[in-house]
Nanobody, 115 residues
């Protein structure tokens, strides 16, 4: 069956870095665009970054532009989110999503930025 499993979340101090990973299985990963979303407590889920199926084009929310980098490895069925210069406002549950009209969600991984 389709699975998206996020990992790499945790507690980090402001200014620190984390790398999130999302392992995909059960579908043809290489034809799906991939996205990272996040949802902070009491807020709506928001799009953080997206990458095309081939990885040739990426796009970011203004709040993370210049600090986060999305990438993918189609040979390994993986998508990543490198997060640098983390701020307290980046605290959220981060979700990966496979998107091709019909989409699939992962279960999320918690990122907490606090001193």
């Amino acid at each position: 069956q389709v699975q998206l499993v996020e990992s790499g979340g945790g507690l980090v101090q402001p200014g620190g870095s984390l790398r999130l990973s999302c392992a995909a299985s059960g579908f043809i990963f290489s034809i799906y665009a991939m996205r990272w979303y996040r949802q902070a407590p009491g807020k709506e889920r928001e799009l953080v970054a997206r990458i095309t199926s081939t990885g040739t084009s990426t796009d970011y929310a203004d709040a993370v532009k210049g600090r986060f980098t999305i990438s993918r490895d189609n040979d390994k069925n993986m998508v990543y989110l490198q997060m640098n210069s983390l701020k307290s406002e980046d605290t959220a549950v981060y979700y990966c999503r496979a998107d091709r009209g019909v989409g699939y969600w992962g279960q999320g991984t918690q990122v907490t930025v606090a001193s």
